[in-house]
């Protein structure tokens, strides 16, 4: 299918930046092209008609007609499930059915680090980026980070390094996908209602690795107890990391971990301290996670260890997650918008050792508040609740810690802003999904800082 990707027809179902980005690559290699996307045309952020039309690529909207039935190869959103009725007559069709990374993979000229876990990926892609840029080498940051994979293939030779952010509804619709090095950061329960069963999440993530060979690498999660169970059935090139173990005695030829406050790195007949944790900008365990498989992944592409080091000083981390936001009063503010499930709030808490006034909440899903519980009851002074679960919060944690309901984000704000004193910090981190009062996560963490920056310091 490489070498012939133009002969295939391409029915595209969505017209968000990746569907919108495939669409115009197709199109510029000569392949028959439809986009079709089931939103009116007001509704969309990123399509822009008249470039369509431009183009001459076809499409819909308002809706999926029969038309996308015509065409060889289905290109689905990320956010369509692969058990959704339109994709399961395309499957009886026996319509090949692949996501936007796929197709991209195959344009792609150079080597593609891919990222994927639960939690995690938009940090570790994002600073892996970093160390490559300043390498001073050519690197593209893209997939679900901001720009779409298919937006950068134009832009890479074989020089450039791609590092991708890669979720597992993208991963679940792979056939050919082939990272040069791919990284699993962790595993925990999520998007099970999407995938259908935690087996079904698990298997689409290890897809990352499905393809790889010899000559290529897998990085991942050593303290992770699911993922290092299945790591003895992993292709090429196993490169674990942890925080806990001295990688060097479990017998691995290549392994990244924390030993005596330092990172240290062995492979390539080589063993290195790459740096002193404390000299890491990122602050908590989960941060220091991500840093080690950036730093697995750049040494294992012979990037110099001072490039890394300088990197891991300097680089002040992601949009919405633990971002510092101000200090005001002595208190500091810190927006975790990202933090859209109880294990990402579990390390935002882990991050600061005491006086945290939490605000969380949002849409309904799964409570799991015994996994915050003993930090809650060791490091938080308050808790305000908001959104569709801030009841739920309320009657859990209110037995042992004072709990405030508050019905808009802003009044939640105005409220940890009364309530703290210096040396405190409050920290909004949801750990529920931001569709009851936004948008998105990005629009909720964007309110949470205007609304912090708007504080006036107190008299």
């Known amino acids: 299918m490489k070498k012939e990707i133009n002969k295939y027809s391409y029915a595209i179902l969505g017209a968000g930046r990746s569907g919108i980005g495939i669409a115009k690559l197709l199109k510029k290699i000569g392949a028959d092209v439809f986009l079709s996307e089931s939103l009116e045309i007001s509704k969309l952020k990123y399509f822009d008609e008249k470039a369509f039309q431009d183009y001459e690529i076809p499409f819909e909207t308002g809706g999926h007609s029969d038309k996308i039935y015509d065409y060889d190869v289905i290109i689905k959103s990320p956010g369509i499930p692969i058990n959704n009725d339109i994709i399961n007559k395309a499957v009886e069709l026996n319509k090949k059915v692949v996501s936007e990374i796929e ?62 952010e890669t979720s597992s509804f993208q991963l679940e619709s792979t056939e050919m996908f082939k990272p040069k090095v791919s990284m699993l950061l962790n595993f925990t329960p999520d998007h099970v209602d999407w995938h259908g069963s935690l087996e079904d999440y698990f298997n689409a993530k290890l897809k990352i690795n499905m393809n ?13 107890e699911i993922i290092r169970g299945f790591s003895s059935k992993f292709k090429g090139n196993i490169i674990p990391f942890s925080v806990k173990e001295n990688l060097e005695e479990k017998g691995y030829k290549f392994g ?32 220091l996670q991500n840093s080690l498989a950036a730093v697995a992944a750049a040494k294992y592409m012979n990037v110099k260890d001072d490039v890394i080091k300088k990197t891991l000083i300097n680089f002040k981390g992601v949009k919405h997650r633990i971002e510092p936001v101000r200090e005001l009063n002595g208190v500091k503010y810190y927006n975790d918008s990202k933090a859209t499930n109880f294990d990402s709030t579990y390390v935002a808490i882990e991050s600061f050792k005491k006086n945290i006034v939490l605000i969380m909440g949002g849409k309904k899903g799964a409570n ?7 930090f809650v009851e060791e490091r938080v002074k308050y808790i305000i609740a908001i959104g569709q679960t801030k009841n739920d919060i309320k009657d859990y944690f209110s037995k042992f810690k004072e709990v405030l309901v508050e019905e808009t984000l802003e009044s939640a704000v105005n409220k940890a802003y009364a309530l703290s004193e210096s040396g405190d910090v409050v920290l909004f981190s949801p750990a529920y999904k931001s569709f009851d009062m936004f948008d998105n996560f990005e629009q909720r963490g964007e309110e949470f800082k205007k609304f912090v920056n708007n504080l006036n310091p107190k008299k």
């Open 368 to 374: 799991n508040f015994d996994l915050i519980k003993d």
């Open 103 to 164: 197709i991209a993979f195959l344009l792609c000229k150079a080597p593609v680090i891919a990222v994927t876990g639960t939690n995690g990926k938009t940090t570790t892609t994002v600073l892996t980026g970093e160390i490559f840029k300043n390498a001073g080498i050519d690197s593209k940051v893209c997939g679900n980070v901001g720009l779409a994979f298919s937006e950068i293939v134009d832009e890479v030779t074989e020089k450039s390094i791609v590092v991708l």
């Open 212 to 224: 790889q060979s010899e000559d290529d690498a897998i990085i991942f999660n050593y303290d992770d």
């Open 256 to 287: 990244c971990y924390v030993s005596e406050n330092q990172i240290k790195y062995f492979g390539k007949n080589e063993s290195s301290k790459i740096i002193n944790t404390d000299e890491i900008f990122i602050r908590g365990n989960h941060n």
